[in-house]
């Protein structure tokens, strides 16, 4: 499988104007958000884009759907798009992950580009090449695994995200210093304010280079990318029950709890002491918000871990930590671990 090119700032821009400035069948996916503070900047840079090829979803994971893919599927075909027109996905995690299975799947693929306006997309979604939609409120059921022609970062785009889209970022970016780098782990702590973050643009490098370097490794996730998934095995839980009572939350924010409960797992089986967990859920607690998960009882959770991705027959297979800067995969945790794990990141 071929790899991403990933071009940040510069580069990017560069990119942009040899590749595609002759390009004549483009479309464009964005979001409500997108489509207002985003498409301007690329516009500006492009525009040979057709104001008719702008596909537009509501901003949100509810657009990870199978009914807004039949309606991308069906404004490409009204579009005249072809085997070779080019979508470009401007948007966060929903819109790579919702664009990459639309281009991916109509008329058996046809080219997309990323150009990611959230951190949480920057550093993670947008690479790796994985595409995905919800089912059932259930979190990626069904997706496929196809690399975008490019992914174009622009860290220019994140002065328009709020605060808490920045935080949902960052705890993808503590995933990454978490499985593989404990030097970034303290580098990351040290952030005060995290607006700052938008400019140092070498830390954003860094949480990429850790995520490309797994996934050339493995990008069919047989083995070594299972590293990635720290996290985000009780992340999705925590996600799609949330999602279920009509409280949703940022993917990054269910992502940071769902390492605390991986690192308290982790704790449970001897892998990490006590003063690393306390050292992580410091970090958590001190920038993510308390979840309502008070009420996430067995007869809850356990329909939504059935239906994990990572489920090996009736145990989850988790990644873990075997210390800050090193991850270990598939661990089996049984029910009751997996409930302390909850009740732990209860408030």
């Known amino acids: 499988m071929s790899e991403s090119l990933i071009y940040i700032n510069e580069k990017a821009e560069h990119y942009l104007l040899d590749e595609f400035l002759k390009q004549k069948s483009i479309f464009v996916l964005c ?9 301007g900047f690329l516009k500006r840079r492009l525009p040979i884009i057709n104001d008719n090829h702008i596909l537009c979803v509501p901003d949100g994971e509810k657009s990870k759907d199978i009914a807004f893919v039949v309606q991308l599927w069906e404004a490409l075909l009204n579009g005249h798009a072809d085997r070779n027109s080019l979508l470009i ?11 990459g299975f639309v281009a991916s799947t109509f008329k058996r693929g046809i080219s997309f580009l990323h150009i990611p306006t959230s951190l949480t997309a920057q550093v993670d979604a947008a690479i790796g090449g994985k595409t995905a939609i919800n089912i059932n409120g259930m979190k990626n059921q069904v997706g496929t695994f196809q690399q975008a022609s490019a992914v174009l970062i ?16 960052y705890a993808e970016m503590l995933k990454h210093a978490l499985i593989a780098d404990k030097i970034f782990w303290e580098q990351l ?3 005060k304010k995290i607006k700052s973050i938008i400019n140092q643009v070498a830390l954003i490098e860094k949480s990429v280079q850790i995520k490309t370097t797994i996934v050339e490794k493995d990008f069919y996730e047989l083995n070594e990318r299972r590293l990635l998934n720290f996290g985000h095995t009780m992340g999705h839980i925590l996600e799609s029950f949330l999602l279920q009572i009509n409280t949703p939350v940022l993917h990054g924010e269910a992502v940071a709890w769902g390492m605390l409960a991986e690192a308290y797992l982790s704790m449970l089986k001897g892998y990490i002491s006590i003063n690393e967990l306390n050292e992580i859920q410091n970090v958590i607690k001190s920038n993510y918000r308390y979840l309502h998960i008070q009420y996430l009882i067995k007869e809850k959770w356990m329909p939504l871990l059935v239906a994990d991705k990572k489920r090996v027959g009736d145990e989850l297979n988790f990644t873990l930590l075997e210390g800050i800067g090193k991850a270990i995969i598939n661990q089996q945790c049984n029910t009751d671990e997996i409930q302390r794990a909850i009740d732990c990141i209860s408030e």
Not at 31 to 39: A, E, F, H, I, Q
């Open 31 to 39: 979001d409500t958000n997108t489509k207002k503070y985003c498409l």
């Open 89 to 99: 996905n401007l948007g966060g995690g929903v819109i790579c992950d919702l664009g």
């Open 154 to 169: 622009f860290n220019e785009l994140l002065r328009t995200l709020p605060e808490k889209q920045l935080y949902a970022g």
């Open 189 to 191: 702590k040290e952030i």
